[in-house]
C-alpha cells in the first residue's frame, strides 16, 4: 500500500507548508469546502445518524468554521516566537520559544461527530504548519464519501489527504511513521494506537470516552438541571462522547428531577419522539442491539421504545438498576440514562472515584459549597457546573480527558499548540564573556557562585 506518511514528508521536507501564506489559505479553503457544500453534508449526516438538520449545522459545521476562524484570527500570533526571561548565569542572553511544526500528522476520527472530529484536529495541524493525514470512521459511510470527494477538490492534495477506511486501511496508516497521531475513538482502539505509536516513538493524543456522571445536589434548580440534562443527553441520540451516561440524584429531589425530566422530552420531541425531525437515530444494527440488550437492566420509567428497521430507541430513563450490568459498567453511548439514587453528595463523589476518572463530570447545586466539594475531590477531562457539554464549546478551555478518559486536550490555542514543538531557543551576544564561568575554579570565584546561584 501508498505511505501516505512518506508522500507527505517529502511534501513537508521541500517548505510548503511553512510559509504562513499557505496555511491561511488552507484553512480558508477548508472553511470554503464547508460552506459551499453544506447541504451534501448535513444530508450525509442524516443518512449516517438521522442527524436533525439544526443540529448537523451546529456541532459539525458551525463548530468547524468557528474554530478555523479562530486560528485564521490568531494565525500569527499563535506562530510568533515568544520571548521568555532569562536567569543572570546566561547574561548576555535572549531567550525564546520557538513555534515550529511537528511534520506530518495522522487524524484518525471516530462517527458520531464526524465532520468536526476529523476537520478541527486537522485544522490546528495545518494552523501549524504540518502536513495530514485525515482518516474518517468507516462507520459513518455517508459522511466519509463526501469528505473523500470534497478534499483533494479543495484542499492542497501534496500536503493534505483523506484516506477512506476500515480496520485495515488504518492498520496500514498506523505501521507508517507519522510525528503525531490524533486518535478520538474508544479506550481498547487507543491502546492500539499507542502501541503501534511506540515503535516510531510518536507522540500521541487520545481523545476517549467513558462514562460521564452526573451529580443532582438536594439545591439544584431541578427544572433547569432536568432541561439541561435532557438536551445534553439526546443530543446525537445520546451519541455524544461527553453526554450524561448516569445521574446521582439526591434522593429528595429523584421524583421532582424524572417529573421534570419527563415533561422536558415532550416538551423537545413530542409525546412521540419517533416522529421528531429533532430527534437522531442510533448509527447502526450493532450498536442497536447493543443499546436493545442494555434495555433490560432496569426498570423502565420514561421512553423504551424501539424500532430495529429505523435505528429508533426512545429518549429512556431507566431505574432500579442492576449495578453489575454493562449499563453501568460500560459507557452508554446511546439514548439510555439510568437514574441513582445517592443520600448525600459525599455518596456521589465515592461512587464517582470508584471508577475510571470520567471524560466529563457534571453537578447541578445552588449551593456552592457542593460544588467546591466536588470539583475540590474529584477528578474529570472536563467539568460544566449546572450545565451539560458546554465546557467543550469555550476554545479558552482545552477539551480532552484523564486516564481512562484519555490524554492530551484541544480546542483554540491549545488545538493548534498540540502540532507545535515550542523549541526553546537561547541566544548569547558575544560583547561580553566573563571568565567567572570558566576554569580554573578558584575560591573566589566558588564564593561568587554561592551567593548568584
Ligand atoms: P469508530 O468505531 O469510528 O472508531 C474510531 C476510529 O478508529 C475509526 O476511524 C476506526 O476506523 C478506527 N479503528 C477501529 N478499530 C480499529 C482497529 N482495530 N485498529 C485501528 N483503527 C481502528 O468509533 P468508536 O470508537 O466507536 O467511537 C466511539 C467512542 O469514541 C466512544 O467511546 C466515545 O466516547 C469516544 N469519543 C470520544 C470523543 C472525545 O473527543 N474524547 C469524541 C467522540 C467520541
Known sequence: MTSHAATLRATYKTGRTRPLAWRRNQLEQMIKMLEENEADLLAALRTDLGKPTVEGFITDIAFVTGEIKQMLKNLKKWNKPQRVPSPIVTMPAKSTLMPEPLGVVLVIAPWNYPIQLLLVPAAGAIAAGNTVVMKPSEVSAATSAVLARLVPKYMDTSAVVLVEGGVPETTDLLSQHFDHIFYTGNGTVGRIVMAAAANNLTPVTLELGGKSPVIIDGSANIKVAARRIAWGKW???????????????NEKVRQPF?????????????????????????????????????????????????????????????ADV??????????IFGPLLPIISVSSTQQAIDHINARPHPLALYVFAENKAVVSDVLAHTT??????????????????????????????????????????????????????????????????????????
Open 322 to 331: 442492576d449495578m453489575t450490568s454493562p449499563l453501568m459498567n460500560e459507557e
Open 235 to 249: 443530543l446525537n441520540a445520546g451519541q455524544t462522547c461527553v453526554a450524561p451516561d448516569y445521574i446521582l440524584v
Open 380 to 453: 474529570a477531562g472536563g467539568v460544566t457546573v449546572n450545565g451539560t457539554l458546554m465546557h467543550l464549546t469555550n476554545p479558552h478551555l482545552p477539551f480532552g480527558g484523564i486516564g481512562e478518559s484519555g490524554m492530551g486536550g484541544y480546542h483554540g490555542k491549545s488545538g493548534v499548540r498540540l502540532f507545535q514543538h515550542m523549541k526553546p531557543v537561547l541566544s548569547r551576544g558575544t560583547k561580553l564573556d566573563p571568565s567567572l564561568a570558566y576554569p580554573p575554579y578558584t575560591d573566589r570565584k566558588a564564593k561568587i557562585f554561592r551567593k548568584v546561584l
Open 258 to 318: 424524572i417529573d421534570e425530566l419527563g415533561k422536558a422530552i415532550t416538551d423537545f420531541y413530542g409525546a412521540n419522539p419517533e416522529t421528531s425531525e429533532s430527534y437522531g437515530r442510533v448509527v447502526s444494527p450493532r450498536h442497536f442491539d447493543r443499546l436493545k440488550g442494555m434495555l433490560g437492566s432496569g426498570t423502565n420509567i420514561i421512553g423504551g421504545e424501539t424500532n430495529a428497521e429505523t435505528r429508533y430507541i426512545a429518549p429512556t430513563v431507566l
